[in-house]
């Protein structure tokens, strides 16, 4: 694996490295915390994982946090589960994200950008006043810390408000786009009881106006824990009986009051996707994120003050917690509300121009659909101010870095990362001071202790195993919601290896310390003991211009045989006949293995996913074992229901 991609697709110059925040921190830490001066991300890495305590005393000294109460101890316990971070400290999230104000009042905190492509700032002082509005009314209410407050909101501002507001006062925030229906809000909100419910009267989306006043309608009769309803009239309309307006409850001008709570205080609920089950509820902390995000966003993501924070992404995915954090580091933060694709498939580059954002982020299918339309970002948009193009949702194949670095810039640092909302952050991805490889990640992140383990525990090199973390994360789950034992949160990452981390992809780390992520190790692909990933052989298929997308799955037969169908959904005008899939066929024996080829070649109308826009493998190989559509996949949590039909029928007409 380390000799695929000898030579660096990119390389940060002397000066960047140089200027970069981490390289900083490396001196300032090797000055005061005895980090290692010499030996580059290396040798910090492997100080940030064996000095885990320094590594993390170091964190919150550099970014300054501000612990109203002092902590005992950096690790109370290391064990995982249950490990205990920073104890006795006590702080504000909120606080934290607020700072800025102090010094920049003027300045955009955010901006927000709809399907016009028109950015509207709100100042920091704006921002901190409607917080402080906001979170003087939450308490008027009897909202309380630990009370859970929910939003069915758009990235809007108004969501970040929530968020921050909910934050101020100890409660615990929650989450979901308007473009979930009915029963996918309430399998993750009945959970949890929410006491407010923030809500729109829809949504616009592809240049049309979606109405989801039925369904708030709904979310209130079916959640009988709320106390308050706050509406906001995105689209206009008046606010239903007993429901607040949004704008008498921002309208004070008031400083905000952070109630300062325990460092493991919970700070928001995030969901799984819920694909074969009610979603997982996992509870993330005050501290736990103030310091992951801090380090992931001020040290790999290099941002800072006069950085513009651009991630597409919903309020619905754990991106958009994330994103909302880069106000942590003083970074002006884009929130766009809108098709990823409208009017026409560059759009995302349009807004990133019109906001001067220096990281974009955005999914690996969005670049490489980009290029199969034939996007020229930097022939049709000024880019200049960008520095870093990121990926995530999946492995960008090689294909998407090449295409990124010929048509954004040949100096552009690219980071592909992989993390999970199951810690809200990344275990591997960017680096300022690296080079980049095409198809690799940069490195592990800092303070994560990553290893690929083969099933017996034994750590590989340049091989693909498991993807592990040895080391508890502040912003691992302090818990799952409605698991008074535990049981499901051990159950979910701990049952393999116990007291390590076992996340659920297959990984390769190279020799040369990069990091390859070939996809679900729960959907892996295993020919005659060969483990495959899927994302390979997608990335192999879909270059072909006939395949819009692909979905692969393994299925072990009764008779201990094994069928590995491929499932291609086709460009408008494609055919597949035996030319084609002739082609498919030759592509994955000639660019991956013999081994990879399908049994058969499918065409279907199309592929599902989440409504976070994964592909959706086990529940399909689930219903093509037999296993009835009820039982397969929850319902709620898929994009397009419909498209289950085809593999049921497929499952039930197979010989």
């Avoid at 996007?375 to 995530?392: F, G, I, M, N, Q």
Wanted: with cysteine.
């Amino acid at each position: 694996m380390s000799t695929v991609n000898p030579q660096p697709l990119w390389q940060p110059t002397p000066e960047r490295i140089a200027e970069a925040r981490i390289t900083r921190f490396q001196a300032w830490a090797a000055e005061h915390h005895g980090a290692p001066a010499d030996g580059g991300y290396a040798a910090l890495h492997r100080w940030s994982v064996e000095e885990l305590e320094t590594f993390w005393k170091a964190v919150t000294e550099w970014f300054d946090v501000r612990f109203t109460t002092p902590y005992e101890r950096v690790l109370g316990d290391r064990s995982m589960p249950g490990a205990r971070w920073f104890p006795g400290a006590t702080l504000n999230y909120a606080e934290h994200a607020l700072r800025a104000a102090d010094s920049r009042a003027d300045e955009p905190a955010l901006l927000h950008v709809d399907e016009t492509h028109d950015p509207r700032p709100v100042t920091w002082r704006e921002l901190r006043r409607q917080v402080g509005s906001l979170a003087a009314e939450l308490r008027a209410l009897g909202v309380r810390p630990g009370d859970r407050v929910s939003g069915y909101l758009p990235n809007i501002p108004e969501a970040a408000v929530a968020l921050l507001a909910t934050a101020a006062v100890g409660g615990v925030w929650t989450s979901c786009a308007p473009d979930f229906g009915a029963r996918s809000v309430l399998d993750r909100f009945q959970q949890v009881e929410p006491v407010v419910l923030f809500t729109v009267d829809g949504y616009r989306y592809g240049g049309k106006e979606h109405d989801r006043r039925e369904i708030v309608a709904e979310l209130r009769r079916e959640l009988p824990t709320l106390r308050a309803v706050v509406h906001i009239p995105l689209l206009g309309t008046d606010a239903p009986d007993g429901a607040l307006e949004w704008s008498a409850l921002t309208a004070a001008d008031t400083t905000p009051v952070f109630e300062q709570v325990p460092f493991d205080h919970p700070l928001w609920v995030l969901y799984s996707s819920g694909t074969t089950g009610l979603p997982k509820a996992i509870v993330q902390s005050q501290g736990g994120i103030l310091v992951e995000h801090l380090k992931q966003l001020g040290l790999h993501c290099d941002l800072g003050p006069e950085d513009r924070f651009f991630w597409y992404t919903s309020t619905g995915w754990m991106m958009w917690n994330f994103l909302v954090s880069g106000l942590l580091t003083g970074t002006t933060v884009v929130l766009y509300d809108g098709s990823p694709g409208h009017p026409d498939t560059g759009a995302q580059w349009r807004i990133a121009e019109r906001t001067g954002a220096t990281l974009y982020g955005t999914s690996a299918a969005y670049v490489m659909a980009c290029r199969k339309a034939g996007v020229h970002p930097s022939r049709d948009h000024d880019l200049s101010a960008v520095k870093c193009v990121a990926t995530t949702g999946s492995p960008l194949p090689p294909d998407g870095f090449r295409w990124l670095h010929d048509e954004v810039r040949d100096d552009l640092w690219i980071a592909s990362v992989s993390g999970g909302t199951d810690v809200c952050s990344c275990f591997a991805g960017a680096v300022p001071t690296l080079p980049v490889h095409v198809g690799e990640l940069q490195a592990p992140c800092l303070g994560t202790d990553l290893r690929s383990w083969d099933p017996s525990g034994n750590p590989l090199t340049d091989e693909v195993g498991e993807l592990v973390v040895t080391n508890p994360m502040p912003s691992m789950p302090i818990r799952f919601w409605n698991d008074p034992d535990g049981s499901r949160y051990h159950d979910s990452y701990f049952d393999t290896y116990p007291g390590v981390w076992r996340h659920g992809d297959w990984i390769t780390l190279t020799s040369r310390g990069s990091v390859v992520i070939h996809g679900r190790s729960d959907s892996t692909l295993n020919r005659q003991g060969v483990r495959m990933g899927s994302a390979d052989i997608y990335e192999a298929v879909e270059r072909l211009p006939e395949i819009k997308e692909s979905l692969v799955v393994g299925i072990e037969q009764p008779d201990g045989g094994y069928w590995m169908p491929l499932f291609v959904h086709l460009a408008p005008g494609a055919t597949l006949d035996d030319d084609l899939t002739d082609r498919i066929r030759k592509t994955i024996r000639t660019q991956l293995s013999p081994r990879h080829v399908p049994d058969e070649i499918i065409e279907v109308p199309g592929i599902p996913h989440t409504l976070t826009g994964k592909r959706i493998e086990v529940p399909v190989k689930r219903l093509l074992q037999g296993t009835p559509l009820e039982k397969a996949v929850n319902p709620g949590s898929i994009d397009n229901l419909d498209l289950l039909t085809h593999y049921q029928e497929l499952a039930r007409t197979r010989p």
